[in-house]
């Protein structure tokens, strides 16, 4: 079974730019989470979507928004990127249903993205 | 608020015994996750608790106490590659939103 995948590994862009990353869940698995993983903070929850809807929502500024497409596959954009969201994003998926269940996660290999 | 503390770094003999301890202060309680993380690379699932007691998967046992808000990872018969991060996470309520503390990254040594 393939695991979790996201692209690109690698992205550097400029203030003000914006991104798109994309997460492809392991096969199966409904709920696709999305985490920022940086030196001082550590793991930050960004956002959960399960069937298409954002189940719950980190502290994050609107900058940070997410969608879930029908076939479980998600998307993370950043928009007027500043040079604090350089960082490794994490996406991981599981096979937590609508009505919950006590699942692990598994995370993908992640996005290192850097701002200059 | 929520907050999960842990050590940040410890190190341990090859073929030892270690304790990574992990205290939680969050509004909801339903699990506490043990992940893995090997540097450059992603975490990787352990261990989770739910009610109180000692989980053993092989080497590594996780505890749990909820009424302390406390928990540890044992990890026995170390190995170098057993060095590496762990974390600690917690789970509030019935989604995937985990609160991840800062992990505890521990050197093993020959």
């Known amino acids: 079974k393939a695991g979790v995948t996201q692209t690109p590994r690698y992205l550097i862009k400029t203030r003000g730019q914006q991104v798109t990353l994309s997460c492809s869940p392991i096969?199966?698995?409904?709920?696709v989470s999305w985490y920022q993983q940086t030196p001082g903070q550590g793991l930050q929850f960004l956002f959960e979507?399960?069937?298409?809807?954002?189940?719950n929502k980190g502290n994050f500024p609107g900058r940070f928004s997410g969608r879930q497409f029908s076939n479980s596959r998600s998307e993370m954009n950043v928009s007027t990127l500043e040079l604090g969201d350089s960082a490794l994003y994490l996406c991981?998926?599981?096979?937590?249903?609508?009505?919950?269940?006590?699942?692990?996660?598994?995370f993908g290999p992640g996005t290192r993205l850097t701002v200059t | 608020g929520q907050n999960i503390d842990q050590p940040t770094e410890m190190t341990a003999t090859e073929g030892a015994i270690v304790q990574i301890n992990c205290t939680y202060q969050?509004?909801?309680?339903?699990?506490l996750f043990w992940y893995q993380q090997h540097a450059g690379e992603a975490p990787t699932f352990l261990s989770y608790n739910v009610l109180d007691g000692l989980e053993e998967k092989g080497r590594f046992s996780s505890f749990l106490s909820r009424s302390k808000g406390y928990s540890y990872l044992l990890l026995k018969e170390l190995q170098m590659k057993d060095s590496a991060s762990y974390l600690c996470?917690?789970?509030?309520?019935?989604?995937?939103?985990?609160?991840f503390g800062t992990g505890t990254r521990l050197q093993v040594f020959p």
């Open positions: 979507y399960f069937s298409e809807t954002q189940r």
């Open positions: 969050t509004s909801g309680f339903n699990g």
């Open positions: 991981a998926s599981s096979r937590t249903s609508r009505q919950g269940g006590l699942y692990e996660q598994y």
């Open positions: 996470a917690v789970r509030g309520d019935n989604t995937d939103k985990l609160i």
């Open positions: 096969s199966g698995h409904r709920s």
